[in-house]
């Protein structure tokens, strides 16, 4: 179809033409100039540009509309007839090709395989997931050198009775006390509601003669001496923190009792700290 209409407000009813082609119809319009095909639209390109000559630059054949006016450009619009419909055979499943065919009957063969693909990349998905949150977990672990420093193992035969040996585990003095017989029955017989943190002894040892302490004060952290003070158990000459020989705080402005680390006997002669 071609239309020329004069958008006037005045002349509007007077100037206005329809002409309309009909594709492989006989030519009714007049004899096209030579033109110069467009090799990338596919379509014949016009030697001219203005309204006078879009009159004869449409085709002889196929849909086409031309309309101009006297305030706006001219315009050409074909019908595009002879444009290839994509075809997507080739991505297409054997199974759907026929249209009178019934796809149900395929249906449950066709979302097995689709089951079977999307099961194997999320069995897959879930094993990279679970390598990489353990390689990141397990780089943040301790190194072998800590985990070695983490527990330390006592020979108890080598503490004579009555003596405190210290050792050093996890940055931190630890003391190891083998207790006679007396430190043990004093130690028991205090009064637990006189404490300032009150614990029994038999809360604070595994075994009685042995009592196994972390060597720090707890008041501002200095490390108390062994076998001293009012109790002759632990004294901080520090600011004059006093514990009896059980690790408990009986004098001086230490808050709490000496902690006692986690620990085990493995046998009788052989203890494991942490």
Known sequence: MFSYVARSSNLAPYMKATSVVIANAKPTLAPLAP?????????????????????LSVPKTGFVQASSSLFSSASVRYAHTDIRVPDFSDYRRSKTMDPTANTRDSDAERKTFTYLIVGAGAAGGAYSAKSVVTYFVSSMSAAADV????KIEVKLGDIPEGKNVTFKWRGKPLFIRHRTADEI???????VASLRDPQQDSERVQKPQWLVLIGVC???????IAN?????????????S?????????????PLNLEVPTYEFMDDETLIVG
């Not at 003070?229 to 632990?234: F, K, P, S, T």
């Open 185 to 191: 029955s004093q130690e028991n017989s205090v009064d």
């Open 147 to 150: 985990l070695a420093l983490a």
């Open 242 to 254: 006093h514990y009896d020989s059980s690790g408990r705080i009986r004098k001086g402005p230490a």
């Open 228 to 240: 001293a003070g009012d109790y002759g158990g632990y004294y901080c000459p520090c600011h004059g």
């Open 218 to 224: 707890t008041h501002l952290g200095c490390v108390p």
């Open 35 to 55: 033109v110069v095909s467009n090799p990338l639209l596919g379509i014949p390109a016009p030697q001219k540009s203005t309204e006078d000559s879009l009159r």
